[in-house]
């Protein structure tokens, strides 16, 4: 376990640095250098010349690249250019509402994933099963950004009950952070939810018709206990990869909202810095997204390593 | 039907069945599974349920406990235990006898126990649900069900997850559940069939035991004929969801009367009387459940089939107390029973029997020496250990497994090598080394006077031509989305044999050899029969005329009637082709009944080779006895007083000091078992064995299948 601890750290570690030469090499092709940008369109060359010099843009790029890194060991993101002000306290706060975004869309991922498409393997054929099949697939093939417009106009246009757009915090008062949220956390959440309930019936189904469950049942044992004990456990397992690669999908689903609802969280301030050419603003929200993408998948997998005995207990006993 | 076979000992059954029907709705019909099945159990008595694939056996097993799905309708006239009558309202009647009153064992330990739970608390949940016992009281009592069922070390075995045990411990341990609440009946579903023929005894032997402590009544499913005779007392034959012959298990092996139970008998090989004349196997296939004819149901393949078999056949009670669905049963039973029609032919009939030793190189067609094969397990890290007791505390060392290891063998042209052993004794993996599927980790390999050990792809091609393979399942080793006619004339354009309308022309040709009509060239292979799936196989291997077939498990997966047609299939294009083969099996009577020559395998290495009849026949190698011992073989259940049982299981891998076989061998001899390599004595030409024990020794173990083996 301790083994496949460090194989699964050190593969982390080295996605991460990958990813960060990436991000640093955008910098490095795309038109016009920092310094123009910084100066303006009307800046002088010897301006721009004088300014990249301080900046240390014409050194080779390993040692731009080292000095970019090696600032975000230490927690030093640098500074934005269109913000004039250091990169790390605005992503560390613009981090903070999304995750509150990301973290409560997880949630009811998970669980009300789980459970529909545990309901939807029991009642497997029968009414409800298809009754539910009707809706994830529905919800599978529309695409977000469409709820995001039908849920702005019923529930704020017409209705009026919630804000279209923006954020309060926390420090306005639970229910007002909590009416922000609403939106859209719901548009979020419908197709991943969609997804996650099928593939655990599919995964569920599976179990449920397995040798062990009949032999649960042949033991006597009550029902509940056969699905709970028995079968949910085994049919986690797949569960578990599937949330792992939702995770994936949540964040491309993130940026679309926050755009649209105009939430101030990290996808927004990406698309800004991109729109706006903040090169190191940029660079570090993309990083920041890259490392906790990588982190969520560790988790998934040393979740799933301990959950199943396979891997958790190797030796044989007799 | 007026008398169950139980009721007639002992009182009233413990179990009584009449007129058991299931059906399922399916888009073409009803599918009746079972069809008016009646059967009883008297107490402490074992009834056996035999049948091939698709009878319903299973079906009924499950009924007993209500583990159908909803989507199968269930009916019978009559159905009690213990006198309680279980029809109103049947299934929660039959729900609340589950797991105390009636306990079931399935057929594949490995999937029957739960990956995810400790297998002890897997055994406890019985006894907390239906005993009210606590945690630790239930621990307690795990230890004892454990040590009952043989198991040693049970503390270690009830803290352990299932993957960590093997199969028969796993079985074994699902034994004890089911002993748990002292049931009154025991169901077991195919229990020993997932499991190798010494492991296969073991169970058996454990069965035995128990039933006579525990006076529990057995219900005992299984399509293996010998277990089911050494097993039951009683029998009940299922063809094609009927009861077609029932009556105590002696009367019906030695006599039977059903023309379906004759042919299931005369399709069986046996390791007691090799290469004899043909096996008679059941023409045709299952009817149609959907569109059952309304006449006998075994019309269509019955020999015996004339025009009063039109009308519906019901069970009738012959004088004997037997149950026949078959009208003309009194004439059929006193027919010559298959299987004294069978021990007629001379013992010894082939060309290679009393052939010469296979050792010499001259005129062999395979010629094997010393290989090995190692494999390293695991991916890229996994060899990666942890060692922080001083230095750096990065090792690899990658595991490794021995699976071949330095065999030597002949085969010459025509003639069939039988290779026998338990599974991950390393067979199969010989197989493919031969045929250099995979590549050897040392040794040498010849085909045909060719080395192949480190030919190149383009070197092999050739020789590719001359040795061909079939393995065991044809589902994977069929294209799907390919005609039959495209797979079998795939190997005639690869190596530029045939085109076009001469391709044709052989497809047609091959499975004409393999007994196919030209019409299934058009046919995919969904719409065959398994049988018929695996005789294009054979066609396919046969395309480029090879010398030279490697038989992986061939047979395995067929059902004895089908297995049956395709040994003599077998038999019959060795004869005309003069095709040789190397024959894998773990089926001792498969390989008895087709080999000129036997290896056995044990651990990676050759531990005796021999003409067949000779291999048969003491002196055996320890281990050739212990794996004949353990074949239940339909006829010779009185042999039981003189077998040897294996202890333990093969444990694969590692390396080897002294004789390999010295941890499970009954006839060990002490010490120098364990530490010295056994020499190999020749008790006759051709005929070796690797064991320390002097050649008179082996030469006095009494023949295991008594003085009726042709070859004592
Ligand atoms: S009734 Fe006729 S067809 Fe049926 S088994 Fe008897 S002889 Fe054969
Ligand atoms: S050498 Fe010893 S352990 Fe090996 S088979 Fe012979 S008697 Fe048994």
Redesign the pocket.
């Known amino acids: 376990m301790i083994g496949y601890l460090i194989q699964r750290l050190l593969t982390v570690a080295g996605i991460l640095v990958v990813m960060s030469l990436l991000v640093f090499g955008i910098t490095q092709v795309m038109p016009g250098s920092v310094a123009h940008m910084i100066l303006g369109e009307f800046a002088t060359n010897d301006q721009i010349a004088a300014l990249e010099q301080t900046l240390g843009l014409n050194d080779p790029w390993h040692v731009q690249y080292w000095r970019w890194a090696s600032g975000f060991l230490v927690g030093d993101f640098g500074q934005s250019l269109t913000m004039q002000r250091p990169i790390a306290p605005l992503i560390l706060d613009a981090l903070g509402r999304s995750a509150a975004l990301a973290g409560l869309s997880f949630g009811f991922v998970a669980v009300i994933g789980l459970w529909l498409g545990i309901l939807g393997a029991v009642k497997a054929g029968r009414f409800t099963d298809h009754a539910l099949a009707i809706g994830q697939y529905f919800f599978i093939a529309v695409p977000e950004f469409f709820w995001c417009i039908v849920l702005i106009m019923l529930f704020a246009t017409t209705l009026g009950w919630l804000p279209a757009t923006g954020y309060a915090p926390m420090s306005d008062g639970f229910w007002r952070w909590l009416s922000h949220m609403v939106l859209p956390v719901g548009t979020l959440v419908t197709g991943l939810i969609a997804h996650v309930s099928r593939l655990t019936r599919s995964a569920m189904l599976e179990v449920l018709q397995s040798t062990y469950v009949s032999a649960a049942r042949a033991k006597g044992l009550p029902e509940r206990t056969v699905l709970w004990r028995h079968a949910l456990p085994n049919a986690l397992l797949p569960a578990i990869t599937v949330l792992a690669v939702d995770v994936g999908i949540l964040f491309g689903g993130i940026v679309v909202v926050e755009v649209v609802f105009a939430y101030p969280g990290l996808g927004r301030m990406i698309v800004y810095a991109i729109e706006n050419k903040d090169l190191p603003l940029m660079q570090a929200g993309v990083l920041i997204v890259t490392a906790i993408y990588t982190m969520a998948n560790l988790v998934a997998d040393l979740l799933y390593a301990w959950a199943n005995p396979r891997i958790r207990y190797g030796r044989s006993v007799a | 039907m007026s008398a169950p076979a139980g009721q007639d000992q002992g009182g009233a059954p413990l179990l009584d069945v009449h007129g058991l029907t299931v059906e399922y709705a399916t888009g073409r019909g009803n599918l009746r599974a079972v069809d008016g099945a009646s059967f009883a159990i008297a107490p402490g008595r074992a009834l056996g349920i035999v049948g091939e694939s698709g009878s319903g056996k299973s079906t009924v097993a499950m009924t007993l406990l209500d583990l159908l799905g909803p989507e199968a309708g269930m009916s019978a006239e009559r159905f009690t235990f213990e006198g309680e009558d279980l029809l109103d309202p049947v299934a929660a009647r039959r729900k609340a006898l589950r797991g105390h009153r009636i306990a079931m064992v399935f057929q594949d330990p490995g999937s029957a126990l739960n990956p995810a739970i400790q297998v002890g608390r897997q055994i406890a949940e019985p006894l907390i649900r239906h005993r009210g016992m606590t945690q630790t009281q239930a621990a307690a009592r795990v230890q004892e069900l454990l040590a009952e069922v043989g198991i040693p070390r049970p503390a270690d075995v009830a803290a352990a997850y299932p993957h960590q045990l093997s199969g028969g411990m796993k079985q074994r341990a699902l034994i004890a559940t089911a002993l748990g609440c002292e049931p009154r009946l025991m169901v077991l579903d195919e229990p020993t069939t997932a499991l190798d023929v010494t492991i296969e005894a073991q169970i058996l032997d454990l069965l035995e035991q128990l039933r006579g402590k525990h006076d529990l009544s057995i219900l005992f499913v299984s399509h293996n004929l010998g277990v089911i005779e050494r097993v039951c007392d009683d029998v009940c034959v299922l063809y094609a969801g009927r009861v077609v012959e029932q009556g105590a298990a002696a009367q019906v092996f030695a006599a039977p009367a059903h023309p379906y139970t004759r042919g299931l008998l005369g399709s069986l090989p046996r390791p007691s009387a090799q290469r004899l004349s043909r096996l008679t196997p059941i023409p045709g296939r299952l009817p149609d459940l959907t569109r059952a004819p309304a006449g006998c149901i075994f019309a269509e393949r019955c020999e015996h089939a004339e025009a009063g078999c039109g009308k519906p056949q019901e069970p009738r009670a012959l004088a004997d107390g037997r149950t026949v669905r078959c009208w003309k049963a009194e004439a059929i039973a006193a027919g010559a029973p298959p299987t004294q029609a069978m021990a007629e032919a001379p013992p010894d009939a082939g060309p290679a029997a009393a052939g010469a030793p296979g050792t010499t190189d001259a005129g062999a067609l395979i010629a094997v020496d010393a290989v090995g094969k190692t494999f390293r397990l695991g991916g890229m890290l996994a060899g990666l250990r942890f060692d922080f007791s001083g230095g750096f505390p990065l090792r690899t060392d990658p595991p490794k497994v021995r699976a071949v290891d330095g065999v030597s063998l002949r085969v010459r042209p025509g003639e069939v090598v039988g290779l026998v052993g338990e599974s991950g004794c390393g067979k199969s993996t010989l197989g493919r080394l031969i045929l250099r599927l995979i590549e050897p980790s040392d040794g040498r390999i010849a085909i045909d006077g060719h080395d192949v050990t480190g030919a190149s792809v383009a070197a092999l091609r050739p020789v590719r031509r001359l040795a061909q393979m079939v393995f065991q399942n044809p589902d994977s080793s069929l294209n799907p989305r390919q005609t039959i006619g495209q797979i079998v004339r795939r190997p005639l354009e690869l190596f530029g044999i045939a085109r076009g309308a001469e391709a044709q022309a052989k497809v047609v040709e091959l499975l004409g050899m393999v007994r196919l009509a030209p019409e299934y060239a058009q046919r995919y292979p969904h719409q065959l029969s398994g049988g018929e799936k695996q005789r294009v196989s054979i066609a396919r291997a046969l395309a480029t005329s090879p010398k030279f077939i490697v038989l992986d498990e061939a047979t395995s997966a067929l059902d004895v009637s089908v297995q049956a047609a395709i040994l003599n299939l077998l038999a019959d294009l060795r004869d005309r082709l003069g095709v040789a083969y190397l024959l894998i099996s773990h089926d001792l009577s498969v390989i008895a009944h087709l080999a000129d020559r036997v290896a056995v395998m044990y651990r990676g290495a050759v531990?005796e080779e021999g003409p067949s009849a000779q291999v048969l026949a003491p002196p055996y190698?320890?281990?050739t006895e212990a794996l004949l011992s353990a074949v239940p073989v339909v006829g010779l259940k009185d042999r039981a007083a003189q077998r040897v049982r294996l202890k333990g299981a093969l444990i694969g891998g590692g390396a080897v000091r002294?004789?390999?076989?010295?941890d499970r061998?009954p006839?060990?001899?002490g010490p120098?078992?364990d530490t010295e390599t056994?020499p190999v004595v020749e008790p006759a030409p051709g005929h070796r064995i690797?064991?320390?024990?002097p050649l008179e020794a082996l030469r006095a173990v009494p023949p295991v299948f008594g003085a009726a083996a042709p070859h004592a």
């Open positions: 531990v190698h320890p281990y002294g004789c390999r076989f010295a061998c006839r060990r001899i120098i078992c056994p690797a064991c320390h024990l």
